[in-house]
């Protein structure tokens, strides 16, 4: 297996490459470029003309182009062009923000999505369907953003129980952290929530149906054994390929959610870097993301092999 | 009797006045405390001399300090410089500089200091233009600094002053620094704990602070400061809903920008204190004059007295607004309704006769705005209205900020009139304001970037005419020049909206957050 995960990462660096390349076409195919944002809204248009020469701004598209790929082959993803810092530097402070919040988020997903998704299918039109359904549509109606707000309105103004914003580093304070975080984790999951709960109840219900379902219970195996041993096993397939991607969605719906909490994340600092037209930020930022990406996804082809005997990479 | 009265109270007064000439320097009445501020943008960078963003300016402002700076009226005063003359010829300035002060680091500032900072300011400075006509800068000893002009400049000291991108003084081994990479060491109340872009800046009081005994009191960014704050956080707070919430729960004690929806239910809030700022900017278009239409000064004309500026000013602030003729406000001595004819005259058969006689043959007149600032495309969505109800065929080309900005650099690039703001350009003076319309690439795109000559003149004896009140003469002329050819359209000023907690005292909304001579009450 472990010939094919360093397979699969090979196969992954033309990936890499390709999205490098669509990055820094598409940074450069919009117009706009960072003097604008330095120069500040009062900038005249001398100080702006002055501020794309200091940057190198002015230099033809191709040459940046070549000046990029030089410092990639060199391992040098550049420098940030507004914070002046080197872009691998800026991500290694902010992804663990954004993985944090992604875990929490996921383990919420998780837990909520797949009892929502069990216990509606095992009750099967009873109002607790209904309930744990309808739930899951407003989890998958409302925006994040929505929910966000509405979370703050309650929680912070009303109630006073959470932080209306900001962010403490569970290293720094685990209580903290935990109560920065509850809100925007929340507000993420919830979609998620919505999205596993469903896949997990008409999963589970097909598998339900299946004969040796019905000869395990017939062999006297308690209920709940049946559930958990046969019915939720063989579940697990097509809720892992949903996992996989739900931890993709979570990664990038950070950036709503990271805005509108004040989260020092990889999702603010992107969006930041797109709006700002920090070239090398947006340019390396995004290869690091997709290749963090790409790695989740490996994960995820690697442990179909765990839940799953018949699935051999090997052969 | 009753003259014994006036008497005492004239008395009275003289001694007060005696006594407020030597009244004691500002003292903090309560010490301590985490002063944390709501500020809408993310600050990428503190490189003060670099960037040119107000949130930069929000928290850089309180860490560094220049020679020169501005006091609560605009005027130029001196901070880290004791005092400074010029010479006879005009050719000199020489800066004494305040004896003891020191950085950040525990270094004392000596004019080395000094030299260092404006030798990376003329390398990296986004204003360095202001050197153009310095011939050199010298230190002659550790306490003087001694700049040599080419020729004669009557504006230097007021360039100097600016705090729009001020020459802030760092330590000289610091000052090697590429631009943006600056480390933030100053000599301001208050020094860097903590810097996380996208969530906050944490600043602490500088124990080592010496401050200016030239004054007694805070003043503009200048006078006698003091970090009464233990601490001062700066949260990125960019969401307003959330900077409201903060602030109504306590969680913040001061916020910018304040939404005006919000401001009704904030006022009732007894816990908080609205501090509105009135004139943060000019909300203003400029017409693309290098192509059809708006080449044409009758068609030009049309638009100016089709225009309702109440109208545009409500939609675009939410009725948080003033009308404003020209480019400065009326509390500055640089003020001037020169041109105020020309302004707000809302009369639809004025210009449709001006139209009529423009020639105007129903050609696209494209309106380049965005929706990063709300404003600027409010008052675009109202003046197309207003456009089309004389009959000129107007349309809204919506864009995001950075690219409308890259679009109206040059001239075909599909526009007729451009959005904007003036900010910090007013606030500094008429000279700073109007340097946009001055080439290269001035601001309403003369064909071939040449200027108007009347406009070249103006500019000229706005720079070099020795007197102050001939420079004001020829300001005055400018602005008349502009409005009347239409070279700009300023619809009037906007009110932005700061608030603290009630417990805060000694904050006065300006157009930077200002953290020192600030307490909380209990």
């Known amino acids: 297996m472990l010939a094919v995960a360093a397979r699969r990462l090979g196969s992954a660096v033309p990936v890499l490459l390709i999205v490098s390349l669509i990055t820094f076409a598409m940074m450069h195919m919009i117009p706009g470029d960072p003097s604008t944002v330095i120069g500040g809204l009062s900038a005249t248009p001398a100080q702006l003309a002055q501020i794309r020469a200091d940057l190198g701004l002015d230099e033809p598209v191709l040459v940046q182009l070549f000046k990029w790929y030089g410092g990639l082959l060199h391992g040098d993803l550049g420098r940030s062009l507004l914070m002046g810092r080197d872009v691998v530097a800026v991500t290694l402070e902010r992804l663990p923000v954004t993985v944090a919040l992604s875990l929490y988020a996921l383990v919420l997903t998780l837990v909520l999505g797949l009892v929502f998704g069990i216990v509606a299918a095992l009750r099967q039109n009873s109002w607790i369907d209904q309930a744990a359904m309808m739930l899951a549509m407003l989890g998958i109606s409302l925006p994040n953003f929505f929910l966000g707000l509405l979370g703050i309105l309650i929680f912070a103004v009303h109630l006073g129980w959470l932080p209306t914003g900001g962010y403490i580093a569970f290293t720094d304070d685990p209580v903290g952290w935990l109560r920065t975080s509850t809100m925007p984790a929340v507000s993420l999951a919830l979609l998620q929530v919505g999205l596993l709960a469903r896949i997990t109840r008409s999963t589970m219900l097909e598998v339900l149906r299946q004969d040796y379902i019905r000869t395990a219970r017939a062999k006297g195996l308690p209920w709940r054994l049946v559930v958990i041993k046969h019915a939720l096993t063989n579940a697990l397939i097509p809720i892992t390929t949903v996992v996989g991607i739900i931890v993709s969605l979570l990664v990038s719906g950070s950036v709503v959610t990271e805005t509108l909490f004040s989260l020092p994340g990889m999702g603010q600092l992107l969006t930041q870097a797109v709006l700002n037209r920090d070239y090398p930020m947006v340019q390396g930022g995004l290869l690091l993301t997709t290749a963090l990406l790409v790695l989740i996804n490996i994960g995820v082809d690697m442990c179909y092999a765990v839940l799953d005997p018949r699935v051999r990479y090997e052969r | ?522």
């Open chain 2, 1 to 522: 009797m009753s003259l014994r009265i006036p008497l005492l109270a004239g008395t009275a007064f003289a001694l007060a006045a005696l006594s407020g000439a030597q009244a004691a320097p500002f003292k903090c009445p309560k010490v301590g405390g985490d002063f944390v501020f709501g500020q809408e943008a993310n600050v990428n960078s503190l490189d003060q001399m670099a960037s040119n963003t107000i949130s930069t300016r929000n928290i850089a402002m309180n860490l560094f300090e220049a020679l020169m700076t501005r006091d609560e009226n605009n005027n130029p005063i001196t901070d880290l410089a004791e005092s400074y003359t010029e010479s006879p010829d005009h050719l000199t300035y020489t800066f004494k500089l305040r004896t003891g002060v020191k950085f950040h680091n525990g270094k004392t500032m000596t004019s080395a200091d000094v030299k260092a900072s404006w030798d990376r300011y003329a390398k990296v400075g986004l204003e360095r233009g202001m050197f153009a006509n310095v011939a050199k800068w010298e230190t002659p000893d550790p306490d003087t600094f001694v700049v040599t002009m080419k020729r004669p400049q009557p504006t230097f000291i007021e360039l100097i002053s600016s705090f729009s991108v001020p020459i802030v003084i760092v330590p000289a081994e610091e000052a090697e620094a590429p631009a943006m990479q600056l480390k933030p060491v100053g000599t301001g109340p208050w020094q860097l704990v903590e810097f996380t872009p996208g969530s906050q800046v944490k600043l602490k009081r500088f124990e080592g602070y010496v401050p200016n005994a030239k004054y007694e009191a805070r003043t503009g960014f200048g006078g006698y400061k003091q970090a009464c704050f233990d601490t001062v956080t700066f949260r990125i707070v960019t969401e307003p809903g959330a900077r409201v919430a903060g602030l109504k729960t306590g969680e913040l004690q001061g916020v910018e920008d304040l939404p005006t929806k919000s401001l009704d239910d904030l006022k009732k809030d007894k816990n908080v204190t609205i501090a509105p700022l009135a004139n943060w900017w000019i909300q203003v278009a400029t017409p693309n004059t290098s192509v059809t239409p708006t080449d044409n000064l009758a068609f030009r004309r049309a638009v100016q007295a089709a225009l309702d500026m109440d109208e545009i000013m409500d939609a675009a602030t939410d009725g948080n607004y003033r009308l404003n003729v020209g480019f400065q406000y009326p509390n500055q001595p640089s003020y001037t309704d020169a041109g105020k004819a020309t302004y707000n005259i809302k009369d639809p058969a004025l210009a449709k006769k001006l139209l009529a006689e423009s020639g105007y043959k129903g050609e696209p007149v494209v309106l380049l705005t965005n929706k990063d600032y709300s404003s600027m495309y409010n008052a675009a969505l109202v003046m197309a209205e207003q456009l089309k109800a004389v009959g000129i065929k107007a349309e809204l080309k919506v864009v995001d900020w950075p690219t409308s900005v890259n679009m109206q650099l040059k001239p075909d690039t599909g526009w007729n009139f451009f959005f904007t703001g003036y900010g910090t350009q007013p606030a500094l003076g008429a000279l700073a304001t109007m340097q946009f319309f001055m080439p290269p690439n001035a601001n309403y795109k003369p064909k071939g970037d040449v200027s108007d000559p009347e406009l070249q003149a103006d500019w000229t004896a706005m720079n070099e005419k020795p007197d102050a009140k001939d420079r004001q003469a020829a300001f005055a002329d400018m602005q008349r020049a502009i409005l009347e050819k239409v070279y700009a359209l300023p619809f009037g000023s906007l009110t932005k909206v700061q608030g603290v907690r009630a417990n805060v005292q000694g904050y006065t909304p300006f157009r930077i957050p200002r953290m020192s001579n600030v307490w909380f009450a209990n």
